[in-house]
């Protein structure tokens, strides 16, 4: 795809005038309309909402702009890395996405640390559920990502970053605190679960399988979508829940939340990286997994 084009696009979209969008890039405006006309013929969509005072983003002009700004930024780092050689300071981008467990916790640390260690790298983190970043790498809007399980798709490849158990939390004045309990008990509990295709929630629903039973048998009475809203319920005593280890070692140690054992679950996790298949890395983004190897 011709990158001037894209170039054009978003200097449109963030100007919201071919006029400005033209000076911005140094060219004429009919220039800038050539750009944006071609490249509404070669995807086949409408991109720019032109009727009002404003030029807009259509809804395929949205979808565009996030994955156009990435690619762009790419360009401009494989420029700085070809300019640089393989042995200068560290330049460009790196655009990640982490599921919310590792991404809540782990992920954020690691790339502040790694960004402070070279300071001529940007840094893009989007958080989500395990699915849609792997779907993301897949789509290669995003380099690389960390998640808690492994969804198939043929268009990534996994590998091992580090281990993560999945542990049953309640609130530290709870029956269940510090205490062995057998599966059955909690289904007189308000069980509070995290989202469909969230890490925790496969590791979960793979774990009780084995053991004979579904996470729908156990009465769950709450389905959330963020790890951290998971928390806070049950910190404010509205039930317990099943939940990844690294995510609430603060208030385990703090004592606002407390471990249960649950008789036969041995639920552990690996916490993975994510590329997408056949795609050869930037120096950036190998940087950042040699880095975090070694602080892990």
């Known amino acids: 795809m011709d990158t001037r084009q894209l170039a054009a696009f978003c200097a449109v979209v963030e100007r919201k005038s071919f006029s400005e969008a033209a000076e911005?890039?140094?060219?004429?405006?009919?220039?800038?309309?050539?750009?944006?006309?071609?490249?509404?013929?070669?995807?086949?969509?409408?991109?720019?909402?032109?009727?009002?005072?404003?030029?807009?983003?259509?809804?395929?002009?949205?979808?565009?702009?996030?994955?156009?700004?990435?690619?762009?930024?790419?360009?401009?780092?494989?420029?700085?890395?070809?300019?640089?050689?393989?042995?200068?300071?560290?330049?460009?981008?790196?655009?990640?996405?982490?599921?919310?467990?590792?991404?809540?916790?782990?992920?954020?640390?690691?790339?502040?640390?790694?960004?402070?260690?070279?300071?001529?790298?940007?840094?893009?983190?989007?958080?989500?559920?395990?699915?849609?970043?792997?779907?993301?790498?897949?789509?290669?809007?995003?380099?690389?990502?960390?998640?808690?399980?492994?969804?198939?798709?043929?268009?990534?490849?996994?590998?091992?970053?580090?281990?993560?158990?999945?542990?049953?939390?309640?609130?530290s004045d709870h029956r269940f605190a510090g205490k062995t309990i057998a599966l059955d008990e909690l289904h007189d509990e308000r069980l509070i679960a995290m989202q469909e295709g969230a890490g925790v929630r496969q590791v979960i629903d793979d774990e009780l399988r084995a053991a004979g039973t579904r996470l729908g048998d156990l009465g769950v009475r709450l389905e959330l979508g963020l790890q951290e809203s998971v928390k806070s319920a049950v910190e404010a005593g509205h039930g317990v829940t099943f939940i990844s280890r690294t995510a609430v070692e603060r208030e385990l140690d703090s004592g606002t939340l407390a471990e249960a054992r649950v008789r036969g679950l041995e639920a552990s996790r690996e916490i993975s990286l994510v590329r997408a298949g056949g795609r050869v890395s930037t120096r950036v983004a190998d940087a950042f997994v040699e880095f975090a190897r070694q602080q892990m």
């Not at 032109?50 to 565009?64: F, H």
């Not at 940007?122 to 399980?149: F, K, N, P």
């Not at 281990?163 to 609130?171: A, F, G, K, T, Y």
């Open 24 to 171: 911005r890039l140094g060219v004429t405006q009919p220039a800038v309309s050539q750009q944006i006309r071609s490249l509404e013929e070669r995807l086949g969509e409408r991109l720019l909402d032109r009727s009002g005072r404003r030029v807009e983003p259509t809804e395929a002009g949205n979808r565009l702009y996030r994955s156009a700004q990435r690619m762009l930024a790419l360009e401009r780092q494989l420029l700085d890395e070809v300019a640089g050689g393989a042995e200068g300071p560290l330049r460009g981008q790196l655009a990640m996405g982490a599921s919310t467990g590792p991404g809540g916790t782990v992920v954020p640390v690691l790339l502040c640390e790694f960004a402070e260690a070279n300071p001529g790298i940007t840094v893009d983190l989007t958080i989500s559920d395990t699915q849609t970043i792997v779907e993301q790498v897949a789509r290669r809007e995003l380099e690389l990502g960390v998640v808690g399980a492994t969804p198939r798709n043929r268009a990534v490849v996994y590998e091992t970053f580090f281990r993560d158990e999945v542990i049953l939390v309640c609130p």
